[in-house]
T-cell receptor, first 112, second 111 residues
Framework: NAGVTQTPKFQVLKTGQSMTLQCAQD?????MSWYRQDPGMGLRLIHY???????DQGEVPNGYNVSRSTTEDFPLRLLSAAPSQTSVYFC???????????FGPGTRLTVT | KNEVEQSPQNLTAQEGEFITINCSYS?????LHWLQQHPGGGIVSLFM???GKKKHGRLIATINIQEKHSSLHITASHPRDSAVYIC?????????????FGKGTKLSVKP
């Protein structure tokens, strides 16, 4: 199993550009989440999904969209990039509510 | 006030020392997670516990639900244990059991 994969590993965007961060898992997990990690702060939840076709907002959803058309994939879209979105983004999945989380390797995004 | 507080923020130890990292939380929880983030950035789950104690190799995690406190112990520490250790709680009343994370404890073990 590849586990949780994320692409790209690094990305530089200009302010106002849009892009999609890809996340996929091959463990048939129902729960998937997107987090951002900023210096001096804990991981913060952006959006999450409890199954195909079901998504909801987390703590910091503004400026991001998600969709979950399949169990495997959970892409994160930045609509109009801003410097405040410079961060490291992690995708994670788990089998259910009371199971451990598996994290992807992260995407380091810089917005200039 | 942060809902999850870790101490210390930074910790330097000599190889072989016994290490303790603490986590206190202020919300009702259904489970607590300990995670390890290596210098390369990857995050792995070490423990998920809701009561008592769990052990895996040289790592031991304990939780006291009444005192809202958990500890992560590393016995016979080694330089390869150098990493950031993150405590996260699963909020009992939160949406779908989403996690609330502490800011992490950066551990450096010197040879």
């Amino acid at each position: 199993n590849a586990g949780v994969t994320q692409t790209p590993k690094f990305q530089v965007l200009k302010t106002g550009q849009s892009m999609t961060l890809q996340c996929a898992q091959d463990m048939n997990h129902e729960y998937m989440s997107w987090y951002r990690q900023d210096p001096g702060m804990g991981l913060r939840l952006i959006h999450y999904s409890v199954g195909a076709g079901i998504t909801d907002q987390g703590e910091v959803p503004n400026g991001y969209n998600v969709s979950r058309s399949t169990t495997e994939d959970f892409p994160l879209r930045l609509l109009s990039a801003a410097p405040s979105q410079t961060s490291v983004y992690f995708c994670a999945s788990r089998r259910g509510v009371y199971y451990e989380q598996y994290f992807g390797p992260g995407t380091r995004l810089t917005v200039t | 006030k942060n809902e999850v507080e870790q101490s210390p923020q930074n910790l330097t130890a000599q190889e072989g020392e016994f290490i303790t990292i603490n986590c206190s939380y202020s919300v009702g929880i259904s489970a607590l997670h300990w995670l390890q983030q290596h210098p390369g950035g990857g995050i792995v789950s070490l423990f998920m516990l809701s009561s008592g104690k769990k052990k895996h190799g040289r790592l031991i995690a304990t939780i006291n639900i009444q005192e809202k406190h958990s500890s992560l112990h590393i016995t016979a520490s080694h330089p390869r244990d150098s990493a950031v250790y993150i405590c996260a709680v699963q909020n009992y009343g939160g949406s779908q059991g989403n996690l609330i994370f502490g800011k992490g404890t950066k551990l450096s073990v010197k040879p």
